[in-house]
């Protein structure tokens, strides 16, 4: 939410840009920012089911990856059309791991908070078949990455990889959940920058 003003000018100062995409994903982010403002308003004063978290989760996701494709398509450099279809469907594929984490979380699991699946199957979460979903499209998105060849992307994914087994091995704490949090909204983010990278530029 607290991003939405930021959102709201870069909407209006490229309101006249001649190219669509870029006219039109500000706002298609302002309504995430502000999607995810009202789920959180209702964390506090109610709470959210885990379908509703998990609804929470994307509209804050599609506000970062919005606003990241249109940065980078008033430059984009790499004009490849099937790297960035591919790009793209790694981003969806990441937002979903994401939001499934919150599904299959149980009472006070670590799992709720955006990540990378820390096990195949984890006792203290719910839906087992669930769990494995997330662990196959886990090292499905992680194959796409190395095809993908973006060495951001890998850094991110091997910096997740680590801190996921010391969280695994010495227990979580507080730093540590909050930098595997962060690296997980990194590598969606770069996903996204990769996305915008390949396709045509807005300035083109």
């Not at 006219?23 to 789920?39: D, M, S, T």
């Not at 994307?58 to 980078?72: D, F, S």
């Not at 955006?114 to 078949?129: E, K, M, N, S």
């Not at 997330?134 to 994914?157: K, T």
Request: charged letters at 10%.
């Amino acid at each position: 939410m607290t991003c939405a003003p930021f959102v709201l000018v870069m909407g209006i100062l490229l309101r006249k840009h001649h190219d669509r995409r870029v006219r039109l994903l500000p706002w298609v982010a302002l309504a995430g920012a502000l999607g995810a403002g009202i789920f959180g308003m209702f964390t506090i004063l109610t709470g959210l089911s885990p379908v509703a978290s998990m609804i929470d989760l994307w509209c804050a996701l599609t506000a970062l990856v919005c606003m990241v494709l249109t940065t980078r398509l008033l430059d984009a450099t790499q004009f490849d059309a099937t790297r960035a279809r591919i790009a793209g469907y790694a981003v969806v594929g990441v937002a979903a791991l994401y939001g499934m984490g919150v599904l299959v979380a149980g009472d006070g699991s670590f799992t709720r908070c955006i990540g990378w699946p820390l096990g195949f199957i984890i006792d203290a979460d719910h839906a087992a078949p669930l769990q494995i979903l997330r662990v196959i499209l886990a090292v499905a998105l992680i194959g796409v990455f190395f095809w993908l060849r973006s060495l951001p992307v890998l850094f991110a994914l091997a910096t997740e990889l680590v801190l996921g087994i010391v969280i695994r091995t010495s227990g979580l704490t507080d730093l540590l959940g909050s930098l595997y949090g962060a690296v997980a909204v990194c590598i969606i983010a770069l996903a996204a920058w990769q996305w915008g990278n390949h396709q045509y530029a807005a300035g083109a």
